[in-house]
């Protein structure tokens, strides 16, 4: 499918780019050399007329991208997670995209439940109605479970929307090669390995029931989280292209008049939305990477209520660690530390500098942390990170690029229930308790702990294995062979078992 037969469209994508005045935005954005803004507007220029008009209400980028279809607009959505590709103003524009499309009939909505679940929708819910939002992926209807009397949101995929959809990212790998064939300082952003994220990121939201996974998994980490509540999944109303959950009912969370109506304190809430990602992201690695007021609701009694679960974002334990320590580096003002902790983790090449690293964190830290709390943004931080980075030659990151993200979503939904919050002061005690829990003494046994139940696992196979590599190794050097028990390897990996299952259990205890 990734042949010449892609190059139409391409053309086509590329005049309605030209025709929307998206071209140039774009090129500027990408800072593209002269031999890509000469092809790209050789493939534009000339078919300007075969381009698609869009809204011309909109900035030439979204305007371009919602012409374009669901892919396109969904794919603009991941490029905003992505400033370190299209730059941090792009970035921003493409964070507001609107993802509102038409909707597609309700009896289309009904023929997708029924086919999906085997029963019709009218058997299923005693009231379905008109849809209540429509995205480019799926729409949502609002309905009553027949059965028990519940109110719930059922998202429904757009009929065919996967045939659109491979069809599309097919022309953005030919695409993504074009570029890296016509500019080759592009391959530094890695085009292929943005569109393969923006692949896996797609497929993921294209199976519903993954995101029904995704939900159930996050409700179990976070049931104990008091002020914070999730849609239960209904699953025997939900599958592959249908997927029900309880309904949502509270204020949004960008309405801060009818939050105030209900006499809840905007400042607690303003707090909690920030430390509840932070705790989400250090102590699970299991996020919620699309944290906008859109996706979030204040319930009556103040809690906080999350739903849409199609993107979330997941990052490994020793991640979560050197991030944790980056954070409280700047938290502390602590400079020599964070540019430690980036070459530790080899997030940036050993042959630069460790105290010319730290020296130019600190003119990005220093500026932000001598302002009034109301101008210190994490986004401006992270976009002068970004600078610093580039400059000693850190590679992208897709896991941090997300985290990051999000960060500054929650960022600007916490600001905007309180404008004076000082982001610094209400993550200190967070990142203060995973440190101490995660990096420290406690999580030094933790770790041993956890080795020894693995070496517990293989412990009965040790002594096959080092014989199996002795044997080996003395073929190798045409020697005898070594007898089982006589080895001194195996009892020292004998003792290791033993000693490591020791610390286990006296942790245990």
Same mark, same amino acid.
């Given at each position: ?95 507001? $995209?609107?993802?509102? /499309?038409?909707?597609? @009939?309700?009896? !289309?909505?009904? #023929?997708?439940? +029924?086919?999906?679940? *085997? ?86 939201? $294209?199976?519903?029931? /993954?995101?029904?996974? @995704?939900?159930? !998994?996050?409700? #179990?980490?976070? +049931?104990?989280?008091? *002020? ?282």
């Amino acid at each position: 499918m990734r042949g010449p037969h892609n190059i139409w469209r391409l053309i086509r994508t590329g005049a309605t780019f030209e025709r929307t005045g998206a071209m140039g935005a774009i090129l500027d954005a990408m800072e593209a050399p002269r031999p890509l803004r000469i092809a790209a507007r050789v493939l534009g220029w000339p078919f300007k007329w075969l381009g698609l008009d869009g809204d011309p209400d909109m900035p030439p980028v979204t305007r371009a991208l919602t012409a374009l279809g669901p892919a396109y607009i969904k794919f603009g959505q991941v490029l905003s997670t992505r400033p370190d590709v299209v730059g941090t103003e792009m970035a921003m524009q493409l964070r507001v $995209l609107q993802d509102q /499309l038409p909707p597609f @009939s309700i009896e !289309e909505a009904k #023929a997708e439940v +029924e086919s999906e679940l *085997g029963l019709p929708a009218d058997t299923l819910f005693s009231e379905f109605s008109e849809p209540v939002a429509a995205a480019s992926i799926a729409q949502v209807h609002k309905a009553v479970l027949r059965e028990t009397g519940d109110t719930v949101a059922v998202k429904v995929l757009r009929p065919g929307i996967e045939r659109a959809f491979r069809t599309d990212i097919d022309a953005f790998y030919f695409a993504a090669r074009f570029i890296e064939f016509f500019s080759p300082a592009s391959r530094r952003l890695r085009p292929l390995d943005v569109i393969e994220h923006f692949e896996g990121v797609v497929h993921g939201e $294209l199976d519903l029931r /993954l995101e029904s996974a @995704s939900a159930s !998994e996050f409700a #179990a980490n976070t +049931e104990q989280d008091a *002020g914070f509540q999730l849609p239960k999944v209904i699953w025997s109303a939900s599958g592959r292209r249908v997927m029900t959950m309880g309904w949502a009912d509270g204020a949004p969370m960008g309405d801060n008049d009818a939050i105030d109506a209900l006499g809840l304190d905007r400042v607690a809430l303003s707090e909690r939305v920030l430390q509840l990602f932070l705790n989400h992201a250090l102590r699970d690695g299991f996020f919620h990477a699309d944290m906008h007021q859109g996706n979030l609701k204040v319930a009556a009694n103040g809690d906080i209520i999350a739903y849409d679960f199609g993107i979330m974002g997941h990052i490994d334990e020793y991640t979560r660690r050197v991030y944790a320590e980056i954070l409280f580096g700047f938290i502390k003002r602590d400079y020599k530390r964070v540019a430690e902790v980036h070459f530790e983790a080899g997030y940036v090449p050993a042959d630069r500098d460790v105290d010319e690293f730290a020296r130019a964190l600190r003119a990005v830290g220093e500026p932000i942390f001598g302002m009034d709390a109301t101008h210190i943004s994490m986004g401006k931080l992270l976009s002068y990170l970004f600078e610093v980075t580039e400059r000693f030659g850190m590679e992208t990151r897709t896991e941090l690029i997300l985290l990051q993200r999000t960060m500054v979503v929650v960022e600007g939904v916490a600001r905007s229930l309180d404008p004076h919050m000082n982001i610094w002061q209400v993550a200190r005690p967070v990142v203060e308790s995973y440190i101490k829990d995660s990096i420290g003494p406690k999580a030094m046994l933790s770790d041993l702990g956890k080795t020894a139940m693995v070496l517990a696992r293989f412990g009965p196979r040790l002594p096959g294995l080092v014989e199996q590599a002795l044997i080996r190794q003395a073929v190798a050097e045409e020697r005898p062979a070594p007898s089982r028990w006589n080895t001194p390897p195996v009892w020292i990996m004998i003792g290791a078992t033993l000693g490591g299952a020791a610390i286990f259990i006296l942790q245990a205890l």
